[in-house]
């Protein structure tokens, strides 16, 4: 016993497998401090930009005219920027639309694309390919901007709600990968469930969907980040001011600064710089995105490449 | 006063655009259509000029309402320098046109417009007699909104279309789309409504559309736009003189710049050095074309072009150019490095001479801003080539009625007053106490009056240019009195004045030169390829552009002659 358990001391140490793998080792002092390194430059190339950004927001024109544009050091702290955004109720107006709009978007968007999804994933389901081959085709040809537009009209839809929804429910990239998703769900999970009596709904509803929660995280957040961003539709087919969404009331207020030169746009001085007002945009514009990441970014972490290699 | 600034950085826009309040006209309406021959109206394409202009034009009747401090000569504004005296302003409609209709107005907006009803539209409204409605759009995707709007049957009763705007389709939709106001307007039928006679005949001559009278113009100065701006305290400190030709601008560049010092003498020159050269205008595709021994030849062609791309090239290439001008296009907001004194010399549109010296007025008093003249390369006179006469349309709907197109007249007719009457009061500066205030004869807008106040009425149709700043008289004197010097230099190119619409084949031949020259006086391209680029252009379409505009010119004769 003992010599057996000997023997390996006694060996050349050629044999013996290296305590443990080279990337278990202790990591040498240089090394760590070339990784801390590496990621502090990482970091600071990501924290600067957006600190010249927050800086540059809180700062007088004084400051931003003293600095030649964009302000590094803050100075003369001044919320001036931000007052002008939130002054007038539009912003917070524009805020609880875009909300909504987001909201109930998302919502009808993802039960549009699951159902759509889950149709096409099972073969023999009515139409399945000429279906599947018709949405693929939207995909590669779109019918243009004046023939949306003449369709969004004719429909009655211009200065309402809906046109900021509808046109853009569907994205068939989403629904391809959903499907792609639920065709991965084991057929004998579904056959035993079919044969206990569900119907389609109810296998939808109750394997389906819980099995699927990674992907319709993510797709849910692809179609609330769509809804959260657009502007380009707003723009076409609203007139009426009030029901602008954020994003448009944002562009607005960054392009106050920006009209055509000599325009007799109203000129005002003091101490607010154009400058200030874009970079406060850009603040309020990152918020959300900023407060809501953390939560999310499980899902997306598991579900960014679920169903990537099935179509 | 909630401040803020109207900035913007140098881009084709905004060469092409002519101010509201800043611009100068011609003086009279003097009988500018010299050459006779066929016709080319009704056509998608070409122009109407000569004979067949004459008819349809409105009469011109000055107006003796208000007596300017400057009168225009030499084609410049004419400027007013005087206090605002409330109590004196004149009334130039002195009856309500408007019968009341509801007119919806589409018009390209930049800012956060105002609520739909708010007490700048109603006191608007109140004053014309029309029930006006409101459509403002995004002013940078308007160009997309317009090709929609113009496509559907949905067309509002009246659209504003700014002249950067008509590429592609919407020249031919805005002559099938939109009324001809000739029987309403031409001849001696403007007379209903006078302050629409006293604009400029030049500006109606460019509002002719498919060989009708179909716009409502905004009159724009002649003169060009670009004025090389410069930090005048700075100059006086230091003690330089204002150069007077291309040596001398290498000269003083070069004892400004010191680059370690963070100071630079300017930004990008081309457009200083094209008109030093005397290139032809750059700033709309007609203008680009004079005749040279009985042959048009483009801007593009002359050696002019060419030596004046050298200059602005040799002026980066000695490093006296700020860095931020690399990025060209591009480059941010030149504001705050010029009030830094990063660069004390840039070049951009006259309306900013009031603009930047009204942004710094408060916390930099020191600050003075003015103009410097242009110069000829060698030293001598300039040859200067006008810009258009006018930009900026608003146009009525083909299936309005005439009741409604006489309101939209009416509207016209109140914003077209000029300054110094209740009527441009109104239109500029909104309601007395709720939107301005005024003191020691200087109105200033409330915060009610920035929000209320912006673009809109002013889009309609507007007076003979006008330069009127109270708060800053001086600049209003300067910039006039630059406006009649350049104004002598100034010649104008044979389609100056006309609305001409390229056959759609030829529209994006010249798309690229604009990038090339950046590239060229940057130093990333060579004059080369310039010449190079020059050559592909003739062979791809160039050649038979110009026989096309020979032809326009043999059947129209020239508006400026």
Not at chain 1, 155 to 176: E, K, R
Request: charged residues 20%.
């Amino acid at each position: 016993m003992t010599a057996v358990i000997d023997k390996p001391a006694t060996e050349p140490s050629r044999w013996a497998a290296p305590p443990r793998p080279v990337w278990e080792e202790k990591p040498s002092h240089t090394g760590l401090a070339a990784k801390g390194l590496v990621l502090a430059l990482a970091c600071l190339a990501i924290l600067f930009p957006l600190w010249i950004v927050i800086v540059t927001s809180l700062s007088s024109r004084k400051t931003i005219d003293e600095a030649g544009g964009l302000v590094m050091i803050p100075k003369d702290i001044t919320f001036v920027a931000y007052q002008e955004l939130l002054s007038g109720g539009q912003v917070t107006r524009a805020a609880i639309i875009s909300i909504v709009i987001t909201l109930v978007g998302t919502l009808f968007s993802m039960t549009v694309s699951v159902l759509c999804a889950y149709g096409l994933s099972r073969t023999g389901s009515l139409g399945h390919r000429w279906i599947l081959m018709t949405l693929l085709a939207t995909m590669f040809f779109s019918a243009g901007l004046i023939p949306t537009y003449l369709l969004v009209q004719s429909l009655g839809l211009t200065d309402s709600y809906l046109a900021l929804i509808l046109p853009s429910a569907i994205s068939v990239f989403n629904i391809l990968v959903l499907r792609g998703f639920f065709q991965g769900i084991s057929q004998e999970l579904i056959d035993s469930a079919r044969i206990d009596g569900a119907g389609d709904f109810r296998i939808l509803w109750q394997i389906v969907m819980p099995l699927s929660r990674a992907v319709i995280a993510v797709i849910t957040l692809f179609y609330a980040v769509g809804y959260w961003s657009a502007w380009f539709n707003a723009s076409l087919y609203l007139n009426d001011q009030d029901m602008m969404p954020l994003q448009n009331v944002m562009i607005q207020l960054v392009q106050k600064q920006e009209a055509p030169v000599g325009l007799g746009q109203a000129i005002k001085t003091g101490q607010l710089s154009g400058l200030a007002v874009q970079m406060a945009v850009m603040v309020m514009a990152l918020l959300p995105v900023a407060v809501l990441s953390p939560f999310v970014q499980k899902h997306f972490k598991k579900g960014m490449l679920t169903g990537a290699v099935k179509g | 006063m909630t401040p803020n600034t109207a900035t913007s950085g140098p881009s084709r826009r905004s060469f092409l655009a002519n101010s509201a309040v800043a611009a100068a006209a011609v003086a009279g309406g003097m009988p500018l259509l010299a050459a006779c021959g066929g016709s080319d109206s009704g056509s998608r394409d070409g122009t109407t000029s000569g004979k067949d202009a004459k008819k349809i034009l409105p009469a011109y009747v000055a107006s003796n309402v208000v007596t300017p401090d400057i009168p225009s000569k030499n084609g410049s504004s004419v400027g007013f320098t005087s206090k605002l005296d409330l109590a004196g302003l004149k009334t130039s409609v002195p009856k309500k046109l408007g019968k009341g209709s509801e007119v919806t107005i589409m018009s390209p907006f930049w800012g956060s417009p105002p609520k739909t009803d708010n007490a700048y539209y109603r006191a608007m409204n109140d004053l014309i007699g029309v029930d006006v409605a409101w459509q403002n759009q995004d002013g940078n995707t308007y160009e997309q909104k317009l090709g929609a709007v113009l496509a559907s049957s949905d067309v509002p009763d009246v659209v504003v279309v700014p002249g950067w705007n008509m590429s592609g389709k919407i020249p031919s939709a805005i002559i099938s789309k939109f009324a001809d106001l000739g029987p309403y307007l031409s001849g001696d039928a403007v007379k209903d409504y006078p302050n629409l006679a006293a604009v400029p005949t030049d500006a109606w001559q460019r509002s002719i559309f498919g060989g009708k009278l179909r716009g409502l113009p905004m009159p724009a100065s002649y003169v060009p736009n670009i004025v090389p701006l410069y930090r005048q305290d700075i100059f006086d400190k230091e003690g330089y003189e204002v150069p007077t030709s291309c040596a001398e601008f290498m000269a003083l560049a070069k004892d400004i710049t010191n680059a370690k010092a963070k100071r630079w003498a300017c930004m990008d020159m081309k457009w200083v050095s094209f008109n030093a050269f005397g290139v032809l205008s750059g700033s709309e595709k007609p203008l680009g074309w004079n005749l040279v021994d009985g042959k048009l030849v483009n801007r593009i062609e002359t050696e002019e072009f060419l030596e004046a791309l050298e200059w602005a090239r040799k002026l980066f290439a000695a490093g006296v150019v700020h860095p931020d001008a690399e990025m060209g296009k591009n480059a941010p907001d030149p504001g705050p490095k010029f009030a830094k004194g990063e660069f004390i010399i840039y070049a951009q549109d006259i309306s900013q001479w009031w603009s930047r010296a009204a942004e710094q007025a408060v916390q930099n008093p020191e600050f003075k801003i003015w103009g410097m003249d242009l110069f000829g390369h060698d030293g001598g006179d300039p040859v200067l080539w006008a810009t258009q006469p006018a930009n900026i349309f608003a146009f009525v709907n083909k299936k309005a009625s005439e009741a409604v197109i006489r309101d939209v007249l009416a509207v016209a007719n109140v914003t077209a007053a000029p300054y110094g009457t209740k009527e441009y009061m109104m239109t500029n500066y909104g309601v007395e106490g709720t939107h301005y205030t005024v003191k020691d004869g200087l109105p200033t807008k409330t915060d009610q009056g920035n929000i209320d106040v912006m673009n809109a009425y002013v889009m309609v149709a507007s007076p003979a240019s006008t330069l009127a700043h109270p708060d800053f008289p001086d600049v209003t004197k300067g910039q006039v009195e630059w406006q009649q010097r350049m104004g002598a230099f100034t010649k104008k190119s044979p389609f100056y004045g006309m609305q001409i619409v390229e056959p759609s084949r030829y529209t994006n031949l010249s798309n690229d030169f604009e990038q090339l020259e950046d590239d060229i006086t940057r130093g990333r391209k060579k004059i080369s390829d310039m010449q190079q680029a020059v050559s592909d252009w003739k062979s791809k379409g160039g050649d038979k552009l110009r026989d096309w505009y020979q032809k326009i010119l043999d059947e129209n004769g020239s508006a400026a002659s």
